[in-house]
């Protein structure tokens, strides 16, 4: 049974930086991409970053530059380093292995 775990999230002031972990369970997780998506309330989840089995990344521009996705996948985890987080960055963040399984979300609140 496949199973994605998010932890990290929190409280920070603007300016902050959290890093958010998803340790993955269930399938061989070296084979396989990763994802970031987010959602704002009121909002529909939208993508935040990826990374490929190969370890190739991409993200959306809004956090280009800030944002940083990365994979050990001798612990089956993937991670999104978020530095300058801004009041917009606000939001539930979920990992997805991108075969509609799904992380629990972890919480992310940037305010002063």
């Known amino acids: 049974q496949v199973q994605l775990v998010e932890s990290g999230g929190g409280l920070v002031q603007p300016g902050g930086s959290l890093r958010l972990s998803c340790t993955a369970s269930g399938y061989t997780f070296s084979l396989f991409p990763a994802g970031w998506y987010r959602q704002r309330p009121g909002n529909q989840r939208n993508l935040v970053a990826t990374i490929a089995s190969t370890g190739a990344t991409t993200y959306v521009p809004s956090v280009q530059g800030r944002f940083t996705i990365s994979r050990d996948n001798a612990q089956n985890t993937a991670y999104l380093q978020m530095n300058n987080l801004q009041p917009g960055d606000t939001a539930v963040y979920y990992c997805?292995?991108?075969?509609?399984?799904w992380g629990q979300g972890t919480q992310v609140t940037v305010s002063s």
């Open positions: 997805t292995d991108f075969r509609d399984n």
